[in-house]
């Protein structure tokens, strides 16, 4: 049947991370690195407000951009939280996952031929998103010397008469970097320069450390040329869910609702229950989450240095970002020698694109006790080698 398929739907490969999940899933005694989920169970009262409306027979559609309520509380949350102000009314559209968001924004966007700025490594879904419609990605590497930052540097020396659209995660999946207030200054005055549209897919705000997350929407001349992407599955353990949400000029979400109508009409109604129970009451269960990935962070981080392995220091997301370079090993190489003679499971890093070969991207959104035990499976493996 391949011969009916669309040819770039058939070229696109598979997803690197859920190649390694289906590997993990198949062995009881894998410990998985792998998966971007945290090990949290949804809040009980988040479950439960989901319940109640389901024994309230609220199992209608609701409208296609979202719950009014869901829609003013987001808006209340991004100016309380980042500053960056956002008329519920036509600026909020409320999407089955941050990733239907980011497709959204991308078929409202790209025409094809258009370029695709992004830096890498990455979240795995824009390049082929992108090329989907239409779009050519453009990868900018970062690197571990700067963080995994975009510099300004790298910005300018990729964008050509091409480029349209600039996508940028941070905190950043999957290297846990950054980005300061003063970091973003030169990054906007060359998406003003060059008349960019970004898409910026903050789904990790609330997962910093040290520094509070400062959203590229908040910067001076940047809301109304940002399609700001968030959701709830990270920060409050909602991943299964699927809810998520975008915000920006009120022609851009305009755009973006007509496609949503057409695919998916409108987020499931009880999920939209649970996201609007979360942002009202969720935020000390939230709290105590980021808490104890930060007790993880710090023992993850020192566990690979102390087994010879350099690592960044992430300050955001939930993710170290290894490099395995000293091995000898690439990052496949390793990763799947790992997985069979080890039985951790953690994800190549070339998988993430550029920047990514030579590093291993580990998740410590699992119990203490796992990770004590994959770090000293892996210092065993090390020292086999």
């Avoid at 968001?101 to 824009?126: H, M, N, Q, T």
Wanted: glycine residues 8%; charged residues 20%.
């Amino acid at each position: 049947m391949s011969g009916y398929l669309a040819p770039l739907v058939r070229e696109i490969p598979p997803s690197g991370i859920r190649k390694f999940f289906d590997l993990v899933s198949a062995s009881k005694d894998i410990i998985s690195l792998g998966v971007g989920e945290p090990d949290f169970c949804t809040p009980w009262h988040v479950r439960e407000a989901c319940v109640y409306s389901l024994e309230r027979g609220n199992t209608k559609y609701t409208p296609n951009a979202g719950m009014p309520e869901l829609r003013e509380a987001i808006g209340e949350y991004l100016y309380d939280s980042f500053q960056v102000p956002y008329d519920p009314a036509d600026e909020i559209l409320v999407t089955v996952g941050g990733s239907e968001a980011i497709d959204l924004a991308l078929r409202a966007l790209v025409v094809p031929g258009d370029e695709v700025l992004v830096p890498e490594p990455c979240y795995i879904s824009y390049s082929p998103i992108t090329r989907i419609g239409g779009g050519i990605p453009v990868g900018i590497e970062t690197f571990a010397k700067d963080n995994f930052k975009l510099t300004p540097e790298a910005l300018k020396a990729s964008i050509t008469p091409k480029s349209k659209v600039l996508i940028l995660c941070y905190p950043s999946n999957p290297t846990g970097g950054i980005m300061t207030y003063e970091d973003w200054l030169p990054i906007a005055k060359i998406v003003e320069e060059h008349d960019l549209i970004v898409i910026s897919d903050e789904i990790y705000a609330e997962l910093t450390y040290e520094q509070k997350h400062v959203s590229f929407a908040s910067i001076p001349g940047m809301r109304d040329r940002t399609i700001l992407v968030s959701g709830f599955s990270k920060a409050f353990a909602m991943t299964g869910w699927r809810m998520g949400y975008a915000c920006g000029h009120r022609d851009l979400i305009s755009a973006m609702l007509k496609i949503h109508q057409y695919t998916v009409m409108c987020a499931p109604a009880m999920g939209q229950v649970a996201a609007l129970e979360a942002l009202k009451n969720g935020m000390e269960e939230k709290n105590r989450m980021v808490e104890s990935y930060n007790q993880r962070r710090r023992l993850v981080v020192q566990g690979f240095r102390d087994i010879g392995l350099e690592c960044h220091e992430p300050q955001g997301a939930f993710y170290a970002f290894p490099s395995v370079a000293s091995t000898g090993l690439s990052s496949e190489e390793f990763a799947q020698r790992l997985l069979y003679e080890a039985k951790v499971a953690a994800v190549p890093g070339q998988v993430f694109g550029l920047g990514g070969e030579g590093f291993v991207r580990c998740s410590y959104a699992t119990s203490v006790n796992q990770l004590l035990e994959a770090i000293d499976r892996i210092g065993n493996f090390i020292r086999k080698l």
